[in-house]
């Protein structure tokens, strides 16, 4: 069993971004700068911004913190979304999710200009996504995809089965799995909470991604010897041992899926660390946009 280590191949690119960074800022003085806007006090989306700023630090962009309290009102938030769709100075940003109940998300998606929006949630995007055309593909699927490829994973043919069906992870994974591309050319299936026989299908994947939400929901007994497991659960759960007082878990029991699997990426350090590094790719790739236009 070999581990995908999300962490360091997350420092590896973002050092490649930093190299290209450079360049850019030496021969045609431009600087990408994404924003980001974080309503509420949530300590898990305040943990994930914070992680967005400081790679952007390290890669040498230029970057925004909007925080606003979560009695912000729909109307205000997206004020402040027009504001930024306007502002030239910055590639793109995002609106972290989730958002307070009061505020409608889809107001929100639509609102952000799809030229910016480097999460690649706006229907634009993700459209454009579903038909091959070139698009801001959303993070956390971007991430899994560049992991299978510097892990030099092969998709082609394989079973993969995605369980979950959000628009962030499991909708936009399965789609791009099964584009006529690497990685990619998979047979994919889409499983979700009215899935009939879910270990049956799960034990019949070559690939796994596992975007439920439900801790150490994939256990051993579900999944094929050799298979490989691409684990997108961050959840927190209560531990007295930890300083903290809770630690983090997939949606994969690690232990004995781990004693089974070809590959397997670890929570913390697997697709989270991915997830901030597509989102840098996308902002570089927005600024590069902006150049030759
Ligand atoms: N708009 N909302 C928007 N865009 C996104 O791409 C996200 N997502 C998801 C939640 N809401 C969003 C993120 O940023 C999930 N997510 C995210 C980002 C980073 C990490 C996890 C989730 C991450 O860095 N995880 C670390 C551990 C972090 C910790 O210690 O809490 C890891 O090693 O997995």
Redesign the pocket.
Known sequence: MQIID??ALAAKIKQEIKEEVAVLKRNHQVVPHLAAVLVGNDP??Q??VK??VRSCELVGFESTLIRKDDSITEQELLEIIEDLNENDDVDGF?????LPKHIDEQKVTLTIKPEKDV?G?HPVNFGKMTQGIDAFLP??PMGILEMLKRYEIKTEGKHCVVLGRSN?VGTPMSILLSRKAYPGNATVTITHSRTKDLSAVLRSADIIIAAIGIPEFVTGDMVKEDCVVIDVG?NRVEDSTRLKGYR?VGDVDFESVSSRCSYITP???????M??TA?LMNTLKSAKSKMSA
């Open positions: 999300g962490k898990a989306s943990s994930y992680s967005k995002i609106v972290q999710l989730p999460d949630f993070a956390t962030i961050i983090l929570v913390p350090g697997g697709v989270g660390p997830t901030v989102l």
